[in-house]
């Protein structure tokens, strides 16, 4: 921490601590407790009035102390609680510093001070973090039309290298996505006059040090550099001394606000059983005065899971977590903040830059892993001066983490007490009606859900982005033409035999239909020697085709099968009525294969069991062998 400077006096409306590096006057602490609307202190016109259309005109104790020292040029190291207005603190400081074509009207400024390249630059840790802050500048600096970008990914690089082309006033974005368009040359990052690092432990903490390292490489070494963050710890200290001059340390808090929480958020600590917290959160749901609430949890599979239950009780929740793609992610926002979905799951990504209008509830589901984590978490609700509920489920196994959270934020609950979700003192506390149940019923079931939210298509990358995309249409299933022929009739038999007697008569009427494919069947039989007749009324045997090894088979023969149907033929005609062998026997018909092995079969059985069992020992090497074996056994006989 550093030391406070031994001959400043503190404010008595808004305590504030001065870097002993920097020297300042003692007009800026006595004006600055006297200073009450934002014109009073020194900003634009143009950006007062932007801020008045919105119905803000009295600032925050971290913009009251930080604008004079900012405007100045000074670099400044912000320090206050989550929800008091840090955004606007270095934002409008930030604003001032860039020429925009208003201002050269004005005559604020020459034509050669306009420039299409970035004039400055925010960074920060998340992308809900950055849409925050570069809906805030959109905000202020609407009246001078200042171009605000926000680059950061899980969108196309395309619209963001064609958005700066055409030129950009102020980038905010993360440091992966400004890395990479920096290192590709798309970026131009050497006409920055302004840096913010928003959130600096929080980026430290994600191992973003490295890239923002490498980006303030990139910047030019003349420029004002702010450091704006709800927790200062050493190692943003030496952030901030290595990359800033002389900065200049603001700490604004409220005399009746002396805890490193905000005074008013009512907290509530309960020790609850895993198994019944989706039951307990259910019935705090339906709490009297609830608004808009939002759940946080440690793990992306638990977000994902509690907001899939919730949606089965009859709420209307989303999920903001890792797993979704960008377009999911902004769906369930956008959804939050118009009202279709009164509650968010979410992961920490959440938990810092969420700032939404209304929300009363705030929701430990799992134990945060540090003191800064809680604080940002529960600084979702009670902000810019509203109250709000933060609620805190701690489970057996997370006691030990809680204690030292408990310990290191001097709080009251060590010893949480333990709650169910049908305990009475819950119902008490948090005004819960009596004999609510953990489904909402269907009258109060008015919000449309997030499904009334479209997905954006923001031409994301990677392969669990694609989850966030809008759904492509089903394609069109066309017509299909109508049958040209009747369907094949199929028969169940058994060796060659019919084992219904229906089966007759459907092969004769099948015939009688298609004649012509009767005819090429009667044909090709002919052709192959089976010696198959066609009588009228009587069905035609249907080929079997078999597959052997050496032309011996336990199965009843074709030629026995012929013979039952009124059409005799020996061993001897089929030799003689078969086609010549061809070059290639693959191309050989089904039919004249089947004729063939059968008559084999034949004559294996007729010749003997020696000679058949001494045929069916040897290995077939050609599938022409059966035929000369049959072929030879039938000569025999005859």
């Known amino acids: 921490m550093v030391p406070r400077h031994p001959a400043r006096p503190r404010s008595a409306k808004y305590p504030v601590r001065y870097d002993p590096l920097r020297r300042l006057a003692p007009r800026l602490t006595e004006e600055a407790s006297i200073l009450s609307t934002f014109r009073e202190l020194g900003i634009l016109p143009e950006t007062a009035e932007a801020l008045e259309a919105v119905g803000i005109t009295s ?52 034509p050669d001070q306009l420039s299409d390249a970035p004039q400055a630059l925010v960074v920060v840790p998340t992308r809900e973090l950055c849409q925050q802050v570069t809906n805030d500048l959109l905000t202020a600096g609407k009246v001078r039309n200042v171009r605000v970008l926000s680059i950061y ?31 590709q040359k798309k970026l131009d990052l050497s006409k920055i006059r302004g840096l913010v690092l928003d959130e600096a432990d929080e980026m430290l903490d994600l191992g973003f040090l490295p890239d923002v ?30 990359y800033m001059s ?31 917290k989706p039951e307990l959160v259910s019935r705090i749901l339906q709490a009297d005065g609830r608004g808009l609430a939002m759940i946080f949890c ?17 709420f209307a929740s989303g999920a903001v977590h890792g797993d979704l793609g960008q377009g999911a992610r902004e769906q369930a926002l956008r959804a939050f903040r118009n009202g279709k979905v009164d509650v968010l799951v979410c992961t920490d990504v959440a938990a810092r830059g969420i700032d939404v209008e209304g ?37 057996w196994d997370d006691i030990p983490r809680w204690k030292l959270i408990n310990k290191a934020l001097d709080l009251p609950f060590d010893e949480p007490e333990e709650t169910y979700s049908t305990s009475e003192h819950l119902y008490e506390l948090l005004s819960i009606p009596t004999g609510t149940k953990g489904i909402l019923p269907r009258a109060e079931r008015t919000r449309a859900g997030l499904a009334a939210e479209e997905v954006e298509d923001l031409g994301e990358t990677g392969g669990r982005a694609a989850r966030g995309r809008k759904p492509a249409a089903a394609p069109v299933e066309r017509e299909r033409p109508a049958r040209t022929r009747p369907p094949r009739q199929r028969r169940r038999t058994r060796g060659g035999q019919d084992l219904d007697g229906t089966a007759d008569a459907a092969t004769a009427t099948t015939e009688a239909t ?25 069905a035609r045997q249907p080929r079997r085709r078999r597959r052997t090894r ?55 059985h007729e010749a003997g069991g020696a000679e058949a069992g001494e045929a069916s020992a040897k290995p077939r090497r050609r599938r022409t062998r059966s035929r000369t074996a049959a072929g030879s056994e039938a000569t025999q006989e005859s």
Do not use: C, W
């Open 59 to 110: 600032p925050f104790p971290i913009q009251e102390m930080t604008l004079p020292v900012a405007l100045s040029g000074s670099d400044v190291i912000g320090q206050a609680k989550t929800g008091t207005g840090k955004t606007l603190g270095f934002g409008l400081p930030l604003l001032e510093r860039v020429t925009v074509p208003a201002d050269v009207e004005a005559g604020r400024a020459t």
């Open 213 to 242: 390292e490498k980006i303030i490489q990139f910047l030019p070494a003349r420029r004002q550099t702010m450091l704006f963050s709800a927790t200062m710890p050493g190692a943003v200290i030496s952030l901030a001394r290595r």
């Open 514 to 538: 298609t004649p012509t494919t009767a005819k090429a069947s009667d044909a090709l039989d002919a052709a192959d020697g089976t010696a198959a007749t066609a009588e009228p009324g009587v």
């Open 246 to 276: 002389q900065p200049t340390h603001i700490s604004a808090t409220s005399p009746d606000d002396a805890g490193q929480t905000v005074a008013n958020i009512t907290q509530h600590v309960f020790r609850a059983h895993s198994m019944d």
């Open 298 to 314: 440690r793990t992306k599979r638990t977000a994902a899971d509690i907001a899939e239950q919730l949606a089965r009780r009859g």
């Open 153 to 183: 990914g899980g969108r196309a690089y395309e619209p963001q290298v064609e958005a700066l082309r055409k030129g950009v006033d102020v980038i905010v974005g993360t440091p992966g996505r400004l890395l990479d368009l920096a290192g």
């Open 550 to 604: 050496s032309g011996a088979a336990e199965a009843k023969p074709v030629t026995d099968v012929a013979s039952e149907a009124g059409a005799p033929a020996s061993a001897a005609d089929a030799e003689a009525s078969a086609p010549a062998k061809r070059s290639r026997p693959a191309r050989k018909s089904a039919a004249a294969r089947t004729a063939t092995v059968a008559t084999g079969e034949a004559g294996a």
């Open 359 to 395: 929300v009363t509830h705030v929701v430990n589901y799992q134990s945060p892993e540090d003191e800064k984590t809680y604080l940002h978490r529960i600084g979702r609700t009670g902000r810019a001066g509203n109250s709000g509920i933060a609620i805190t489920l701690v489970d």
